[in-house]
């Protein structure tokens, strides 16, 4: 993990286009290839960044950008697509890089765990031709609960808590974004889903599009492989 506290400023070109304008922010490069752009707000949601696979490279800045006193270009090429990241950096204040070694991953609530097990084993529960890719698909910012097919072969993501508030649909609209960005899962739904959901998350997640589902533990549990329901 190299960190990197720098004057700089990001422009992302691709299937959307954003630019950040020069302020001192914090560069994550980590050893999976990804990179985020992080403020000192905005809780830990970064700025920007790219998934990877992707490759970076420092470049010098070309003469213009040298005479506005860039010292260097960060240029970050997606693997798989057109999208781009460049980091025009004024100014370093900060450059270092740490070995974290090999993360055992989050370790869920007990009930949140099975409730994983069990919507995964049956997925059809959310519908009739719902399949399941896999289980804790890992993105640049944390692993999706569960990614599945919808019976169209779209690509939903579900994030599953055991009771549902709006953190929780926060965190889900973070992964739609990323996971949107990348062609070969685009178009990406939501689905949330929960023991419990709250009524302003219910509402949030409605606005942004994000299906809600209350998910009864017992009955999950008591489910036949030959007989479907739906929650």
């Not at 470049?59 to 970050?76: F, I, N």
């Not at 798989?80 to 993360?103: F, P, Q």
């Not at 072969?153 to 649909?169: H, P, Q, Y």
Request: net charge negative; proline share 5%; charged share 25%.
């Amino acid at each position: 993990m190299r960190l990197v506290i720098a004057k700089c400023s990001v422009d992302y070109d691709g299937r959307l286009s954003a630019h950040l304008p020069l302020a001192t922010r914090l560069l994550l490069v980590k050893a999976d290839g990804s990179v985020l752009v992080h403020s000192d707000g905005g809780s830990y949601k970064p700025l920007n960044w790219m998934s990877p696979p992707c490759a970076m490279a420092e470049v010098s800045p070309e003469e213009h950008e040298a005479a506005d006193g860039v010292t260097a270009v960060w240029q970050v090429q997606h693997a798989k697509s057109d999208d781009r990241l460049r980091v025009l950096i004024h100014e370093v204040l900060h450059d270092s890089s740490h070995e974290l070694g090999v993360d055992p991953g989050l370790v869920k609530d007990g009930v949140e765990a099975h409730l994983q097990k069990l919507l995964a084993e049956h997925i059809h529960t959310l519908g009739d031709g719902f399949t399941l890719v896999r289980r804790e698909y890992m993105t640049a910012i944390g692993p999706v609960d569960i990614l599945a097919k919808d019976p169209g072969g779209a690509s939903v993501a579900i994030e599953i808590k055991r009771r549902g508030d709006i953190d929780g649909v926060e965190q889900l609209t973070r992964y739609l974004e990323l996971m949107n960005r990348d062609p070969h899962l685009a178009p990406v739904s939501g689905v949330f889903a929960a023991q419990e959901i709250k009524p302003q998350a219910r509402t949030l997640a409605t606005d942004r599009g994000i299906r809600c589902v209350t998910l009864d533990y017992d009955e999950l549990r008591g489910i036949d492989n030959s007989e479907h329901r739906l929650f």
